[in-house]
């Protein structure tokens, strides 16, 4: 279903497709109010965007989506709502950064070693116009080289999980990304938590650490997700006491069968992680 709320989505700043104003244009295309970015740590898309979402009329959310890890696991976690200039965001983007640049090193490395063939990391740089470096920029360098035949072969035989490019290095502890967050002023919110590869006691188990840190939402309607999927989230979010948020995760066009603003609908008995939020004119 369509939803006027989208609290994920990616930009040029990180992996996504389209620029932060032609994200926004397509969010005003779309009927979405409320928007926030978050690409994968950083902020940049977000402030990028402030003035078209001005024009547009669009309530725009400073949104990040912070890499980490947990038991071994890399988790994203989605920060909303924070002051975008605040001393910790500034540290957690440029540690972050930090932490991108050497994991695209060892990737580069990595994935060279296993095609007998060397990757120059300037072009794949060139791939993420000066933004964060992500696998689906190596799976385009790999595409253009010839050295597979699409992005999803790229991923399913190298850069996808548990594959030789699946490069964890560097990641903060899932503690210490939520503690970032909370320290800027913003919900930290645990992203596609149906995703992870966990048992439920597992997941639970993730959870409290989560919220132990600080966190206090979880997604709950997010683009593809199926009933079983949203039944299962809705079902620990009401038993951890968690708020609940929503979004696509889109990329941009035929990216991953995604469309901006569409989502399950939202499920009852669940406070969304908006229902305190300041007022439009001040929230960013």
């Not at 060279?112 to 060139?126: C, F």
């Not at 791939?127 to 597979?148: E, M, N, S, T």
């Not at 993730?206 to 600080?214: E, N, S, V």
């Amino acid at each position: 279903m369509p939803s006027e709320t989208d609290l994920h989505c990616h930009t040029t700043a990180s992996d996504g497709k389209l620029t932060p104003a032609e994200l926004v244009a397509r969010a005003h295309e779309r009927g979405i109010t409320t928007l926030a970015i978050t690409d994968h740590d950083t902020v940049a898309g977000f402030r990028d965007a402030r003035p078209a979402a001005a024009t547009a009329g669009i309530r725009l959310i400073p949104g990040i989506e912070l890499s980490c890890v947990w038991g071994g696991i890399t988790i994203h976690v989605v920060g909303l709502n924070f002051d975008p200039d605040s001393p910790a965001m500034l540290a957690a983007e440029a540690r972050q950064s930090e932490a991108r640049r050497n994991r695209a090193a060892l990737i580069a490395e990595k994935v060279g070693k296993k095609l007998h063939h060397s990757i120059d990391l300037a072009q794949v740089e060139a791939y993420a116009g000066g933004d964060q470096i992500g696998r689906p920029h190596f799976a385009q360098y790999l595409v253009d080289k010839g050295l597979v035949p699409s992005m999803a072969v790229a991923f399913s035989k190298y850069l996808g999980a548990g594959k030789v490019g699946d490069v964890k290095a560097g990641w903060p502890e899932l503690a210490e990304a939520v503690q970032w967050i909370i320290a800027a002023g913003g919900t930290a919110v645990l992203a596609h938590a149906h995703h992870y590869n966990m048992t439920r006691t597992k997941l639970r188990a993730c959870l409290q650490d989560f919220i132990a840190a600080g966190g206090s939402a979880v997604e709950v309607a997010y683009g593809l997700m199926d009933s079983n999927q949203q039944g299962q989230i809705s079902a620990l979010a009401r038993e951890f006491n968690l708020l609940g948020s929503c979004g696509s995760d889109y990329h941009g066009p035929n990216r991953f069968g995604l469309e901006l603003g569409i989502m399950p609908t939202f499920p009852a008995g669940i406070t969304p992680v908006w229902h305190n939020w300041a007022s439009p004119a001040t929230a960013g």
